[in-house]
């Protein structure tokens, strides 16, 4: 049932709105509204059991494993939300001066220092308001960069065949145009193909290492030989920095600007869709073109760096501070995790990781890179199954759903075919993971014996498989009344 | 360690099982020279009672003042109910909805988000949110042009946000899009409809309330601008949807886009975010639109259910041919901001826009009768105005901060030809002796001077 079937013509929720309605008579009439909006008339109640029956519609790391690839689902500390959403902190307006906002501030500013040290990156700043803004600021900086020097013939930017969608469409968005490059047998950039791509059109190159099939990218030196060789600039995909948090800094491999995804490797809510947080992080040479705004710390106070402070600025991803609450939250993670917890973050991910892959594949499943060291994640692929029983990598997502798990990440990347990329993160326990790979082991068995079931699956969710054809082809994108 | 629940005992099991003699050894394809040194600059960990320490000091610090800025960021009253379900961790700790059926909670609230702000911009379709209103500004502006096919020029007020116009700037200036200021009258505050040829363009961005709090004319503006092959992006602040007329309705066929940011919405002002960015537009422009759309659809047994729709237009399809970059959006603001409107309903909204709109009126009245204080603009004006004083602005709101009120925001750095012009605001959320005290204190900073 829709919040507006339980809506009833001059029901309200009387004690959550003012008292009576003020006078608004200076108005003109031809400036003011004749229709009532379509907003729900409920009571206080209504609202309450309607939206809460809807979030137990929900699979959630709080009630179930999300072994999602590449969305680093892990444990979401409650007191991050608790102390971010203190009234010191929730009530300050974002133009108010920074005299008023020096602990929110001082949070801030030993969040860039922190992530500039486990990045290995010379400046950072929070204002990216999600990963893919973070890519566009970073990137954004490649041009000015470049721009500045008068070197505006590198028009291209390259990107792995394996990248994440948001590689390429962030490119287009800055002016650039894109050349993909193919990936090797073992999972690793073609380094052939990356040598014959590169020459004075060059922008940069964007990569995610480890790679988004899972592995490192042994050749990482040589990979940014060739591209600053060539005039280029090397830009690191934060979306698996949780594999090598604490391990390895991407300043270290030469990458010359970074995005992190705080939702991911710090640990803040994704919150059914965001809001995510994606700073980023840059080398010396690109300190001049940061987003603003930066916080600094001056004579024992902290204030913002804005436009007049950056004047060489690729400008403001956001009106205000970014997502400040997705950034208090990363920080008080930061806090509790402290240096030691930091360094342990890659190594229990891999942990996992590796465990996993190994007892899957005693079960019988097909790794893609079996040759590999997995990284934090790694890739099963279901070819051989969906050519024997017809059942596919969908399909047994599906069935995971009547075990009680979140479906790994299914038809990413695309380069592996029937592929499940499975990142278990650091924060699951050992009879978790045993627990889902007996789960594995049953619909491997299912499939086989009765693939017209796992077909059909899932069978306990609140709806069954969904006809996306039609959603998309009669969209149904707003409830209208049936009068 | 915190939040890793291994035994030492765990750890010897599954290292035996993967056949590794160390944790070291599981990272041998890493080259040895890369390994990190020891964090320098994070310290030592803290215990959740530490941490709570430290922070309920650091939020002591920022404190409670008595607030009357907005200037796109307002202060209303939030009820229990909106973050306690929000923070539930069934929403708070869900992933993007790509597994329809393990998520129809947050699917089904899309919906309902989106049909409550089709109804409230008057636009026939929304997406699932963006980013900030700022973001949502830019990516409208990209759409307008993308949708036109030709003109690459967009006309944009001066009277729109000046943050706002900068995230715009910075979101567009490598895509070959020139933004057109369109200057405002001195007198009204508002942006006069174009006289002169404007040559081609994609769109005209209409703000209402604009930046000042003054009313645009909003019926003109749109008729001139579709009489002149553009189309209309409407820049609005939801709450004063409640009463004034929906973008759906301007002129004679209304706005074509309309975004906005939908904090005032149930989103606390928090140092600036999370907000999130709303957009609704008329169903021939829906294959244009950015970021998530959900749609109802039905299962494999005929039952009603909710799924994301139209991902051919996004990124992790089209890749560079996408109609945008972006993938995550504000998920959960827009649960808190569906809650809060259910809990309001058309006739509470219409309260809470409706005593802040009196509010700022009475607040209005009572500092223009100080001596040296004046209202800059002659027009209407909804919930927000602009004050003009006889001096400079800095100095009086530092004397009104050191008495605990933030007295609106200085509009000298960016309207210098405003001369000593401060914005103000006075919600809902304020008592009628809020105003007063912020009316002694102004007459107390003026005449110390």
Known sequence: MLIFEHSRPHRAAHAQMPAHTADISDLPASLLRQDEPLLPQASEMDVVRHYTRLSQKNFSIDTQFYPLGSCTMKYNPRACNSLAMLPGFLARHPFAPAATGQGFL????????MLKDVTGMAGV???????????????????????????????????????????????????????????????????EALQAAVGP????????????????????????????????????????????????????????????????????????????????????????????????????????????????TIGRMSANHGNAGVLLRAYIYARMLGAEGMHRVAEFATLNANYLLAELQKAGFDIAFPTRRASHEFIVTLKKLKDETGVSAMDFAKRLLDYGYHAPTTYFPMLVPECLLIEPTETESKETLDAFVTAMKTILAEAYATPDMVKGAPYTQPVRRLDDVKAARELDLVWQPAD | MPFIPHTDADVTQM???????????????????????????????????????????????????????????????????????????????????????????????????????????????????????????????????????GAMRVLMPKTVSPLYRAVVRSMVKNQHIELVELDYDRVSGTTPVPTADMGDFAALVIPQPNFF?????????????????????????????????????WGAQGADIVVGDGQPLGAPLANGGPYYGFMTCKQALV?????????????LDGKQGFTLT???????????????????????????????????????????????????????????????????????CFHEAVLQLDRPVAPVLAALQAQGILGGHDLGADYPELGNALLICATETKTAADLQRYAQQLSLALNNK
């Open chain 2, 287 to 299: 294959r244009q639109m950015p970021g998530r759309i959900v749609g109802r659809t039905v299962d």
């Open chain 2, 213 to 249: 709090g003054a009313l645009e004319d909003v019926d003109a503006l749109t008729d001139w601008a579709h009489a002149h092959g553009g189309r209309v992006i409407a820049l609005t602040n939801p709450t004063s949807l409640a009463l004034l007329k929906a973008p759906g309705q």
């Open chain 2, 15 to 149: 290292l035996a099982a993967i056949g590794a003699p160390s944790i070291d050894a599981l990272f041998d394809e890493i080259p040895a020279a890369l390994r990190s040194g020891k964090l320098t600059q994070v310290p030592e960990a803290m215990t959740e009672m530490e941490i709570d320490r430290l922070m309920q000091e650091r939020a002591e610090l920022d404190g409670r003042q008595l607030n009357f800025i907005g200037a796109g960021a307002y202060e209303h009253h939030i009820p229990a109910a909106v973050w306690q379900i929000t923070t539930r961790g069934e929403f708070y700790s869900a992933y993007t909805p790509y597994q329809a059926e393990a998520s129809q909670g947050t699917l089904q609230l899309i919906y309902e988000y989106q049909t409550m702000m089709a109804s409230l911009t008057g636009m026939d379709v929304s997406n699932a949110s963006l980013y900030d209103g700022g973001s949502a500004l830019a990516e409208a502006v990209l759409m307008a042009v993308r949708a036109h096919k």
């Open chain 1, 201 to 312: 059109h060059t922008a940069g190159l964007m990569l995610t290492n480890p790679s988004t099939l899972g592995v490192f990218e042994k050749n990482i030196q040589q990979i940014q030989k060739i591209v600053h060789d060539a005039g280029g600039l090397l830009y690191y995909d934060g979306a698996n920095l949780n594999a090598i948090l604490g391990r390895v800094k991407p300043g270290d491999m030469g990458f010359d600007v970074i995005h992190m995804n705080l939702h991911k490797t710090f640990s803040t809510p994704h919150g059914g869709g965001g809001p995510g947080a994606g700073p980023v992080g840059v080398a010396a040479r690109l300190l001049p073109y940061m987003p603003v705004p930066v916080v600094a710390r001056e004579n024992g106070l902290y204030r913002l760096l804005v436009e007049g402070d950056i004047p060489a």
């Open chain 1, 125 to 191: 700043s929070l204002a990216p308001m999600a990963g893919a803004q973070g890519e566009f600021a970073g990137v954004a900086m490649i041009r000015a960069y470049h721009d500045a020097r008068g070197d505006h013939a590198r028009r291209e930017i390259i990107v792995p065949n394996a990248a994440h969608g948001t590689n390429p469409a962030t490119a287009v968005m800055c002016g650039y145009t894109v050349r993909e490059i193919p990936t090797d047998k073992e999972g690793a950039v073609d380094m």
């Open chain 2, 310 to 380: 139209l991902q051919a237009r996004e990124q992790h399809i089209r890749r560079s041919k996408a109609t945008s970059n972006i993938c995550t959006n504000q998920g959960l603001v827009v649960t808190a901001s569906t809650i809060y409107m259910s809990l309001l309903g058309p006739q509470g909204l219409k309260r809470v826009a409706a005593a802040s709109h009196a509010n700022t009126r009475s607040l209005l009245a009572q500092l223009c009768a100080i001596p040296g204080v004046k209202q800059a603009f002659s027009g209407h």
């Open chain 1, 106 to 113: 001082a949070s801030m500013y030993e969040l860039q220092e």
